[in-house]
Nanobody
Framework: QVQLVESGGGLVQAGGSLRLSCAAS????????MGWFRQARGKEREFVAA????????RYADSVKGRFTISGDNAKNTVYLEMNDLEPEDTAVYYC?????????????????WGKGTLVTVSS
């Protein structure tokens, strides 16, 4: 079992930055690929970013490419999402996920573990 706890959400003005953290317990992150999804009010949940546990490769949604960066610290069992140049459209609950396969995260397959989410609000 893997438990995921997100933190770092909050209110920020457009153009600002936030860094989300996802602390994992129960298993080492090196065994899993990790990622972030988000869900805005009234919209479907969407993929944001992922990092492969085996290769360190990353993948991003087109809407965040160039603005968001995903990284991991295996020693701390923590994954981060650095978000820059935030836009009101980035307002959503952000969820951390973990899965044994990178493919499942980036292609929306069944994902093993989800955090409870952290709210990011970007004001215009």
């Amino acid at each position: 079992q893997v438990q995921l706890v997100e933190s770092g959400g909050g209110l920020v003005q457009a153009g600002g930055s936030l860094r989300l953290s996802c602390a994992a317990s129960g298993r080492t992150l090196a065994s899993y690929s990790m990622g972030w999804f988000r869900q805005a009010r009234g919209k479907e949940r969407e993929f944001v970013a992922a990092i492969s546990g085996s290769t360190g490769a990353t993948r991003y949604a087109d809407s965040v490419k160039g603005r968001f960066t995903i990284s991991g610290d295996n020693a701390k069992n923590t994954v981060y999402l650095e978000m820059n140049d935030l836009e009101p459209e980035d307002t959503a609950v952000y969820y951390c996920v973990a899965d044994r396969t990178f493919f499942s995260i980036i292609h929306g397959g069944a994902i093993d573990y989800w955090g409870k989410g952290t709210l990011v609000t970007v004001s215009s």
